[in-house]
């Protein structure tokens, strides 16, 4: 039921009728909060409430023929400050407003927005306390008098992903070894990779040098014989 | 004897919580550490910043009670106007300091079961949020807050909010200006002006609107240079867009530094997939300048967003590594696409 969704925490709730049937917009809003049991009293939101109540505010439209846009916004704001509304209710229909400032602005007021966007299909917008933004879809029949919404799940288009078989990528073996070839992978030696300082060998710099056929030590010619040092 | 005079700088008067630096003279924290490196050191004293609010304003909030959370913790002047929430509430909400904390950046060396070269086995690991090497600056914990009465009871606050421009009948930009001039009259030491969502439907005047606002940003300018103050502006910019498409550049050529924030929400597009570790992006639109001929150049100018539990970091924008090839129909970027050959598998070498 739609009114579950609206009825709550939001202090000011707006519909918005891309369609264009405002002339329905009293008895849709009367349904939905008879289904709750709630009282409420129309109101241009000029007259100040003194009781416990809901407001359905008239048409936008209307208003904004009899007040400028910020008589509108200022006298919104008050009833969301008077503590004795508990919600506010809004309608406004896209094709009658004049304004183009007004339908955001007030989307920018409110904590709950009920966009009708076709003869059965509508979407709600919630505004939590914590800045978490919430968006569902829902099909409706508002226009036969019937309260009841179905949520639409929008299923992700999930084209079929091939399952990359990783063994059959390339031309190397990337998963899967044998016992004998982990083993001698592992003991490979890398070309930069840090020796762990048990297997390092001794600390002294060797020069290991195998002379060649060719070499030969020359004694008579070394021209160091004479330095005497050890 | 010699006769050296040594010059003193008389006009250079220490104030809790103002650093000095080099490039920008004297500079406030705006509360976060990662906005402050990008800032250069913070906010210069003297300047105007605006920020440009994301859709739903959950971010830009955020920002502002880091801002209040600083100015109450160096005790400075404080003058909160906002119109579309109670002001008193949200200074109630500010975050408390951190306790001072020593370098415990913990540092991850790559774990020792990688073989890798030597070279680069001792490396951190790679930090991509901005921050600054010296971690002097107060931090705020977003998950504690102050005691009630600790806040009443400060007394270096002005508020001005929805019921006081109802009482006081004026339009709001008058109000504001003479509010301010009358603080400053009192002469404190440092004024931290904070005025959130203008341009929002309720500070909205009628067609004279472009125009009001131009001239009460003109009058903050000058009561910002000639006083010891630094201004924190938010507007909801999409909806200024909407009054006056212009009015945003003409907004933008007043303020010293402007800063858009824009969040992933998941409702209006789908998000990016690359995209998935960060809550939104933030645009450096202006830079501050007052006391130098250059601004201070930003390490990156991608940069994200990410609000963890306690803090509001800001990092470079980093795409994750394309590993597997993703369909067109998951947004990819272009160029990879193109590169991953489309349908051909085999990695072949």
Known sequence: MISTQIIGNYKFVLFVDDVGIERNSVKILDNILREANLLYEINDGSVTVLKQTNVILEAISRLELEYNEKDIFTNIQKLKLNENVSQIFAWISSNNVHSKILIPFLEHMSELIVTIKSNNQLSILSKSKSGNVKLKEYHHELMNNKTMIKEIKIEKVQEQKEDVNVDNIGTFKIGQFTAEELEAKRNLKLPFEKINSINQEKKEAKIIYTPDNVDDFDEEDDPDNDLQFI | ?349
């Open chain 2, 1 to 349: 004897m010699s006769s050296f005079v040594k010059i003193k700088k008389e006009n250079n008067v220490e104030i809790a919580g103002v650093k000095t630096s080099i490039r920008n003279w004297q500079i406030v924290s705006t509360g976060s550490e990662s906005f402050n490196f990008i800032l250069g050191g913070g906010l210069e004293l003297n300047s105007i910043t605006l920020i440009g609010e994301d859709k739903y304003g959950k971010y830009s909030d955020i920002l502002t009670k880091l801002f209040l959370a600083d100015s109450f913790h160096h005790n400075h002047h404080i003058y909160f106007a906002s119109l579309d929430n109670d002001p008193k509430k949200i200074m109630k909400e500010i975050p408390m300091p951190n306790e001072y904390q020593k370098d415990t950046k913990t540092e991850e060396t790559i774990s020792n079961d990688l073989r890798i070269a030597f070279r680069y086995q001792d490396l951190p690991k790679i930090d991509s949020v901005q921050r600054g090497s010296s971690q002097n600056s107060v931090t705020y914990d977003l998950t504690k807050k102050y005691e009630k009465d600790v806040i009443e009871r400060y007394e270096k606050i002005n508020y001005y909010s929805f019921n006081e421009q109802q009482q006081r009948g004026e339009n709001v930009f008058d109000s504001i200006i003479r509010d301010l001039q009358s603080t400053l009259a009192q002469k404190p030491e440092l004024l931290r002006v904070c005025i959130s969502s203008i341009g929002s439907p309720l500070w909205f005047t009628g067609e004279s609107f472009s125009s009001d606002l131009i001239t009460f940003l003109t009058q903050l300018k000058s009561i910002t240079r000639y006083n010891n103050v630094v201004c924190y502006l938010t507007m909801p910019l999409h909806l200024i867009n909407l009054i006056d498409e212009q009015l945003i550049f003409k907004i933008r050529r007043l303020v010293d530094c402007n800063i858009n924030l824009e969040s992933f929400n998941n409702i209006e597009k789908q998000t990016n997939a690359v995209f998935k570790q960060y809550h939104g992006l933030l645009h450096i639109k202006k830079m501050h300048s007052i006391a130098a001929l250059q601004s201070h150049k930003p390490e990156a100018f991608d940069l994200a967003f990410k609000l963890k539990s306690n803090r509001f970091l800001i990092e470079k924008l980093h795409l994750p590594p394309e590993l597997q090839e993703n369909d067109s129909s998951e947004i990819s970027m272009s160029c990879s696409s193109i590169a991953s050959g489309g349908g051909n598998k085999s990695l072949d070498f």
